[in-house]
């Protein structure tokens, strides 16, 4: 489809749980890139994928998140032992080819209580 | 640091009162810089993408402009339907690279 899909759409979790996260990104679409959102407006870059292959993961906290682009599978963010820190909207975008337009998904609210 | 600020962080209009927000970028070399649309609870729409200094993209009641340390999203007109969060971010000259989001200006605009 012509849409990034993001699910679930709101994710509560207890401090120490794990969080994990879907993004499908839109078919043919080589590049995924995993922002978070905190403070209403600052966006943080984390993690992007070519294909299944990690091109980038300079942002992403290597303790507690890992996360994964398998083929014929959504992506996947996981949060091991989640703080009340990450409580953020997370964001999944696609390219087409690394360059230009990235396409947004709707987000996933994660709430830490 | 390659570095992106938006200004002003909030405007409010009354309807048909135009105006102009500000993007200022530094950075080692760029690839784009793109302006993009947020209402809230959701993600980010795309609105126009600038290359080189001296381009210019329009769409409705939106003009973006470019030079080589900032970028313009004039706004002409504006109806209440145009108030939301409006985001830049820059692309480094690299394929692949992650967006440097600005921190947005929220536009209200009244009738």
């Known amino acids: 489809g012509e849409e990034v899909a993001q699910t679930p759409k709101h994710l509560v979790r207890g401090e120490g749980q794990k969080a994990k996260l879907y993004c499908a990104p839109i078919k043919g679409h080589s590049y995924v890139f995993w922002y978070q959102q905190v403070l209403k407006n600052e966006f943080k870059f984390l993690i992007s994928?070519?294909?299944?292959?990690?091109?980038?993961e300079t942002g992403m906290p290597k303790e507690r998140f890992s996360a994964k682009c398998l083929p014929n599978s959504p992506c996947s963010l996981e949060i091991q032992a989640t703080k009340l820190e990450d409580s953020a909207v997370y964001f999944c975008?696609?390219?087409?080819?690394?360059?230009?337009?990235?396409?947004f998904g709707p987000g996933t609210r994660l709430t830490v209580t | 640091e390659d570095q992106v600020t938006q200004s002003p962080e909030a405007l409010r209009l009354q309807e048909g009162e135009s105006s102009s927000l500000n993007c200022s970028y530094t950075v080692s070399g760029l690839r784009g810089l793109f302006w993009y649309r947020q209402d809230p609870g959701k993600g980010p729409e795309f609105l126009f993408t600038?290359?080189?200094a001296g381009e210019e993209k329009e769409k409705e009641r939106l003009k973006a402009t470019l030079t080589k340390k900032e970028s313009f999203l004039h706004i002409t007109a504006p109806k209440p339907e145009d108030s939301a969060t409006y985001l830049c971010a820059v692309q480094l000259n690299q394929a692949g690279t992650a967006l440097i989001f600005g921190k947005g200006t929220t536009l209200s605009v009244s009738s």
């Open positions: 600038l290359y080189s």
């Open positions: 994928f070519q294909n299944e292959n990690v091109f980038d």
């Open positions: 975008a696609s390219s087409q080819s690394g360059q230009g337009r990235q396409y």
